[in-house]
Structure formats: structure tokens, C-alpha cells
């Protein structure tokens, strides 16, 4: 009886960062576009219904004209915030996150867009933002909109809201989501000079709108 060759095992595939679930891109050009959500420790995901509240609360605001704005989206997770304001016509758009395999998925949705005015940098936020403080050299170098999404519970804001501040145009807008409301009667010091121009809630999120005070139109 004659031996079977012997058959090499086949290669193992790549593992794949887990998915959980996906959000969506809510309007502008890349409308219904899903987003995949990557399995990763402290990514929580926007929800679409509140940035859809966000993104009109900013296109009455902007009065929709979105062409001369520039984005920074320091916890970028699954990118919904700052690829949401590039489908809407931002001219440029800087996500900012610390996994890899997060990171790997944004690379794919900007790609799969063809998003030529988003780049995607890994990095962890509050660095990647001292960063870009050290570096600035005039208003080009400065965000009209800054979103701050940190995870719950780990006491960023206090570090990260002077980083922002010093990183907007004036009048820039700065996008907050906490844990507990931002009361504006009673506001902790790290949030003196700045105005809660609005603000809302979703089930365990507070979500707030904030600019600098005395500061109300923003620049192109």
C-alpha cells in the first residue's frame, strides 16, 4: 500500500481585531457609511443620536459652512466624530488614537472613503496634543473645532482642556462628553474662561458644546 504524501498545514490566518457592533455616519457625503466598532478597552462609541444633536447644534452654529474647518479628534476610537464633520465637508481632519488595532481600522474606513483630508495618527492623546502646543507657529497651525471624548473616569480634563484651549482659533468650539453635567453656575477651576454654549444628555452621557468666553465667531 503506497505512503500519502504528507500535506504542509495551511497557513494560520491573521487575526483580526473583534467587532462588536457598528455606528454610523449620520449625513454629508459619506451618509449611512457604517463603522465598524473594534473591540478595545475603554472605546465607547458616540451614539448616533447624539451626534446628530452635535452636528446640528454645530452646522447652525458654523451656518453650514463646514469647507473652511478643521477638526482634531484627540480620542478618535471608531473615527464617527471627526469622519462625521470630514462628510460634511471639514477641510481637514486629524484623528488621534493609542490602540493598533483601532488604529488599523480607521486606516481601512479612510481608505475604503478615499478621505484624502483625514490623516490618522497613533499616539497617546494627551502627548500627541503637547505636542501640537510645541509646534505652533501661527493660526494655521490651530483647530476650529477640537472633539475631547476621553474615557469615563480617568480624570483627563483638567490635563486635557488647557492643551485644547491652546490649541483652537479663537472662537473655536470645543466638543466634551463626561460622566456627570458641566453646571455652568458651578464650574471647577480647570473650566474657568470657558462658556457652555450647549449642552444636553443621552441615558449616562452628558454631552457639552464649549468655547472660550467672549469668543463667539469662529475663523477661517
Known sequence: ???????KPAPKPRPRPALTHQVRIIGGDWKRTPLPVV?????????????????????????????????????????ALGLEAASRGAARVMLVEESQAVVRQLEATRDKLKASQVSILRGD??????????????????????FLDPPFHADLLPVMLPLCADLLVPGGYLYVETEKPIDGATLPQWLRGWEVVRADSAGMVFFHLLQRQNLHVIEA
Not at 500500500?1 to 500535506?7: A, D, E, W
Not at 473591540?39 to 469647507?67: C, I, K, M
Not at 509646534?135 to 497651525?141: E, K, Q, W
Request: glycine share 10%; proline share 6%; charged share 20%.
Open 125 to 146: 492623546a494627551r502627548t500627541v496634543a503637547q505636542g501640537l502646543q510645541r509646534r505652533l507657529t501661527g493660526p494655521a497651525d490651530r483647530y476650529h473645532l477640537i
Open 1 to 7: 500500500m503506497s505512503k500519502q504524501p504528507s500535506q
Open 39 to 79: 473591540e478595545a478597552a475603554g472605546l465607547r462609541p458616540t451614539p448616533d443620536r447624539v451626534r446628530e444633536t452635535v452636528f446640528n447644534w454645530l452646522t447652525h452654529l458654523l451656518d453650514g459652512q463646514w469647507s473652511g474647518v478643521t477638526c482634531l479628534d484627540l480620542f478618535a476610537g471608531t473615527g
